[in-house]
């Protein structure tokens, strides 16, 4: 007898670790455990159910892919402190003041129309981490010009020909319902004209001849998203039965970048109203990174009904580098009214990363 129930303690206990150990390993790093599925359709249902809201996990948080989206997000990051300090098209004379924002996307197809951009919109609402990458960077900036001070030239070398910008944006941590965000960014560019001003004579046109640029930028960005209610909801169903996963916990993404743009650019005027800029660039990657950790836990919910022991969570901490050395075009149009300018820059990049800088500024 001693013999017989040693052998069905021991059958029981393999059973249980068995099942204990198929719910870890369901697919990690999620956990998943729904008995009450199984209590109302059996084992079966339960096995769905638990696939089926891993799944689910996978698909809107990509457990199975964070490595490669922070990828995309270094790519994007790094990319949206680009255009918005340097001046293109202006050609100033004493000095340069404004502001500009840059949103930058790697791995999405930019939105070009509002129902395209709702399509956007709506797969970040109902994903919190979707397979690509996005960045957004603002900063404030000052250019001095060099052509009113009393350099003198030397041979081809004219001291007059620079332009310095500075540009800064420190913010305090901002928070917005579930979401927060702070951010850095310091950025210095130095640009000098190689070939001068030229006027198309009995035209319309002036080209404003050939910019060199070399900078340097500096980015840090925190965006989280907590939430003691839900994060957002995941349905699901199995076995005819529904039910639903909100999620609680924090989701934050730690974004770095050290950058230095070299650059060669080129603008012209037309009627004085409206100008154009466009150039090259090579972008040296110092260091651009980005890092997420995650920690999410949450009650599963059968037919609108909480239950005690039904649950998903998951840890889980993920980083991502952008190679050394990446590649650059840009252009866009500015809007010359008097002496203030509302300007549009477009980049695009060889490893398929897309921005838009907007911005306006004073220019004398």
């Given at each position: 007898?001693?013999?017989?129930r040693?052998?069905?303690?021991?059958?029981?206990l393999?059973?249980?670790?068995?099942?204990?150990?198929?719910?870890l390993?369901?697919?990690?790093?999620?956990?998943v455990?729904?008995?009450?599925?199984?209590?109302?359709?059996?084992?079966?249902?339960?096995?769905?159910?638990?696939?089926?809201?891993?799944?689910?996990?996978?698909?809107?948080?990509?457990?199975?892919n964070?490595s490669?989206?922070?990828?995309?997000?270094?790519?994007?990051?790094?990319?949206?402190?680009?255009g918005?300090?340097?001046?293109?098209?202006?050609n100033?004379?004493?000095?340069?003041l404004?502001?500009?924002?840059?949103?930058s996307v790697?791995?999405?197809?930019?939105?070009?129309?509002?129902?395209?951009?709702?399509s956007?919109?709506?797969?970040?609402?109902?994903?919190?981490?979707?397979?690509?990458?996005?960045?957004?960077s603002?900063?404030?900036?000052?250019?001095?010009?060099?052509?009113?001070?009393?350099?003198?030239r030397?041979?081809?070398f004219?001291?007059?020909?620079?332009?310095?910008y500075?540009?800064?944006?420190?913010?305090?941590?901002i928070?917005?319902?579930?979401?927060?965000?702070?951010?850095?960014?310091?950025?210095?560019?130095?640009?000098?004209?190689?070939?001068?001003?030229?006027?198309?004579?009995?035209?319309?046109?002036?080209?404003?001849?050939?910019?060199?640029?070399?900078?340097y930028?500096?980015?840090s960005?925190?965006?989280?998203?907590?939430?003691?209610?839900?994060?957002?909801?995941?349905?699901?169903?199995?076995?005819?039965?529904?039910?639903?996963y909100?999620?609680?916990?924090?989701?934050?993404?730690?974004y770095?970048?050290?950058?230095?743009?070299?650059?060669?650019?080129?603008?012209?005027?037309?009627?004085?109203?409206?100008?154009?800029?466009?150039?090259?660039?090579?972008?040296?990657?110092?260091?651009s990174?980005?890092?997420i950790?995650?920690?999410?836990?949450?009650?599963?919910k059968?037919?609108?009904?909480?239950?005690?022991?039904?649950?998903?969570?998951?840890?889980?901490s993920?980083?991502?580098?952008?190679?050394?050395?990446?590649?650059?075009?840009?252009?866009?149009?500015?809007?010359?009214?008097?002496?203030?300018?509302?300007?549009?820059?477009?980049?695009?990049?060889?490893?398929?990363?897309?921005?838009?800088?907007?911005?306006?500024?004073?220019?004398?």
């Amino acid at each position: 007898m001693r013999v017989v129930r040693n052998t069905l303690f021991a059958a029981a206990l393999f059973v249980c670790c068995q099942h204990a150990l198929s719910a870890l390993m369901t697919c990690s790093p999620i956990v998943v455990d729904a008995p009450t599925m199984g209590a109302i359709a059996g084992a079966a249902a339960q096995d769905a159910a638990e696939t089926e809201i891993c799944n689910q996990i996978k698909s809107k948080f990509q457990t199975a892919n964070l490595s490669q989206v922070m990828n995309y997000m270094a790519k994007a990051n790094s990319l949206s402190g680009k255009g918005s300090t340097a001046d293109y098209w202006s050609n100033p004379q004493v000095f340069t003041l404004g502001a500009a924002t840059t949103l930058s996307v790697n791995n999405i197809t930019p939105p070009l129309s509002f129902s395209e951009f709702e399509s956007f919109a709506k797969k970040y609402k109902d994903n919190p981490v979707p397979d690509g990458g996005t960045g957004v960077s603002a900063n404030a900036t000052l250019g001095v010009s060099f052509r009113h001070m009393g350099f003198r030239r030397r041979g081809w070398f004219d001291p007059k020909n620079f332009n310095v910008y500075f540009s800064l944006l420190v913010t305090p941590q901002i928070n917005f319902q579930t979401y927060s965000f702070k951010t850095t960014a310091v950025g210095t560019y130095i640009q000098y004209k190689a070939l001068p001003m030229r006027k198309i004579p009995f035209g319309l046109v002036t080209w404003g001849g050939v910019d060199l640029g070399i900078g340097y930028n500096f980015t840090s960005t925190t965006l989280g998203v907590s939430s003691t209610d839900a994060i957002t909801t995941i349905p699901f169903s199995a076995s005819g039965q529904t039910g639903t996963y909100q999620p609680t916990g924090t989701l934050t993404l730690n974004y770095a970048a050290h950058l230095i743009p070299v650059e060669v650019s080129t603008n012209f005027s037309l009627l004085y109203f409206l100008s154009f800029a466009a150039g090259i660039a090579a972008d040296f990657h110092i260091l651009s990174s980005a890092e997420i950790s995650a920690n999410i836990d949450g009650k599963v919910k059968i037919d609108g009904q909480p239950q005690g022991s039904d649950y998903a969570r998951f840890t889980q901490s993920e980083s991502a580098k952008v190679t050394t050395v990446g590649f650059r075009a840009f252009f866009g149009p500015q809007l010359n009214i008097w002496k203030i300018r509302v300007f549009s820059l477009l980049h695009v990049t060889g490893d398929k990363s897309y921005a838009a800088t907007l911005g306006a500024r004073f220019s004398w």
